[in-house]
C-alpha cells in the first residue's frame, strides 16, 4: 500500500493561515506535506471519509491528516511544527501543556484570525509551490 503523504487543510480565506502555509513550504524542504483549503471539495472528501464535518464558512481549525488520523487544533499544529527543518520541533515540548488548555488559546487566535489578520479573496501557490496543493490543477 502507497504511503500518502501528510495533508494540511487549511483556512483558504484567512490571511493567518495562508501565511501560515507559506512559512511550512519553506520549512518543508523535503515537500512532505501536501496542502489543501478547507473551501475546496477535495478537502471536504478527505474530513468526510474520516468523518470529520465542519462549517467551511467558519472553520475554527487547522487540520493534519496523516493516514486515517486527523489531528485538530493545537494537536495538528504541533505535529506541523515537530517535522519542520531548524528549531521548530522543539514546540513539541507544549504536548505537556494538557491538551483543553493548548485547544483554548489555539481558539482564541482563531476565533479574531480575520479581524486581526484579514481575509483572502482568492490565494493561488507559486509555481514552484503548486504541486504541494491537492486543489490546484496540476493534482488530479
Known sequence: MIQQPPVVIFDGRCNLCHGAVRFIV?????????????????????LRQRGVECDIDDPDSVYLIKGAEVMSQSDAALDIAGALSGGWPLLRL???????????CYRQVARRRYRLFGQRQCALPSEIDRRRFLDSDTEH
Open 26 to 46: 519553506k520549512r518543508d524542504p523535503k515537500g512532505v506535506f501536501k496542502f489543501a483549503s478547507i473551501q475546496s471539495p477535495k478537502a471536504q472528501q478527505l
Open 94 to 104: 507544549f504536548k505537556i501543556v494538557p491538551r483543553p488548555l493548548r485547544d483554548w
